[in-house]
């Protein structure tokens, strides 16, 4: 109820365009967690389409509607679900102690769903030696890639290693140059920066409130 009383007041006070656009995040939210669509973007275009209107709600509007809908359908097996995701982390973060870990995506946020992966950010200007960490350690690598972005103006390159935990946990390890290492970065869903959790803070968490969420409302 709280969430959809937060997404009232940040649609604006005009009850007919906030009750089309909730809608429209609805739908789109729909589309992403049943896999009818893939992208934010598209998902909202798409459902905006279907119910025959102009108006495009945020990303962040979207993946509260998602997250709501997931716990419509997971109930109590996504609370379990999170806590084994959020354990499997910290052991691999264990791992990859010297690598400076943060964990991101949504075994940070909370908004674990069928089909999350857990998502680490790593630093080292050696990604082949966090591959033989993450081997020697029995985790299962089935592809390791470099990428190269460019946002604003700006060419970033990070290594992506795609793996298996040995929990059977899809696991993706993103690392990054050391020099990227306290550099603030936008989360393109929520808006917000994206903190995420280190290996202290998550043993904190599971410690203390082991299904705590961290998304803004």
Same mark, same amino acid.
């Given at each position: 109820?709280?969430?959809?009383?937060?997404?009232?007041?940040?649609?604006?006070?005009?009850?007919?365009?906030?009750?089309?656009?909730?809608?429209?995040? *609805?739908?789109?939210?729909? $589309?992403?967690?049943?896999?009818?669509?893939?992208?934010?973007?598209?998902?909202?275009?798409?459902?905006?389409? !279907?119910?025959?209107?102009?108006?495009?709600?945020?990303?962040?509007? /979207?993946?509260?509607?998602?997250?709501?809908?997931?716990?419509?359908?997971?109930?109590?097996?996504? %609370?379990?679900?999170?806590?084994?995701?959020?354990?499997?982390?910290?052991? +691999?973060? %264990?791992?990859?102690?010297?690598?400076?870990?943060?964990?991101?995506?949504?075994?940070? *946020?909370?908004?674990?769903?069928?089909?999350?992966? +857990?998502?680490?950010?790593?630093?080292?200007?050696?990604?082949?030696?966090?591959?033989?960490?993450? %081997?020697?350690?029995?985790?299962? +690598?089935?592809?390791? /890639?470099?990428?190269?972005?460019?946002?604003?103006? !700006? #060419?970033?390159?990070?290594?992506? /290693?795609?793996?298996?935990? !040995?929990?059977?946990?899809?696991?993706?390890?993103?690392?990054?140059?050391?020099?990227? %290492?306290?550099?603030?970065?936008?989360?393109?869903?929520?808006?917000?920066?994206?903190?995420?959790?280190? #290996?202290?803070?998550?043993?904190?968490? $599971?410690?203390?409130?082991? #299904?705590?969420?961290? /998304?803004?409302?």
């Amino acid at each position: 109820m709280k969430q959809s009383q937060d997404a009232n007041a940040a649609f604006g006070n005009d009850t007919a365009d906030y009750t089309l656009k909730q809608q429209v995040a *609805r739908e789109a939210a729909t $589309l992403l967690y049943f896999g009818a669509e893939k992208e934010y973007k598209q998902a909202k275009k798409h459902a905006a389409e !279907t119910l025959g209107t102009h108006f495009l709600p945020s990303n962040h509007d /979207i993946a509260l509607e998602l997250d709501i809908i997931a716990e419509e359908n997971e109930g109590a097996e996504r %609370k379990k679900r999170l806590m084994q995701m959020r354990s499997e982390a910290l052991r +691999i973060m %264990k791992v990859l102690d010297a690598y400076c870990p943060l964990l991101i995506g949504s075994v940070w *946020r909370g908004t674990v769903r069928r089909g999350s992966d +857990i998502d680490i950010a790593v630093y080292s200007d050696e990604p082949q030696q966090v591959v033989d960490n993450l %081997k020697a350690a029995g985790v299962k +690598i089935s592809r390791a /890639i470099w990428t190269t972005v460019n946002k604003r103006g !700006t #060419t970033l390159e990070s290594f992506h /290693i795609y793996a298996e935990t !040995t929990e059977k946990q899809s696991l993706e390890i993103v690392v990054r140059s050391c020099e990227e %290492k306290g550099k603030s970065r936008k989360c393109e869903t929520f808006g917000d920066e994206i903190k995420g959790l280190k #290996t202290q803070e998550l043993e904190k968490v $599971l410690r203390d409130n082991p #299904t705590e969420k961290f /998304i803004p409302q």
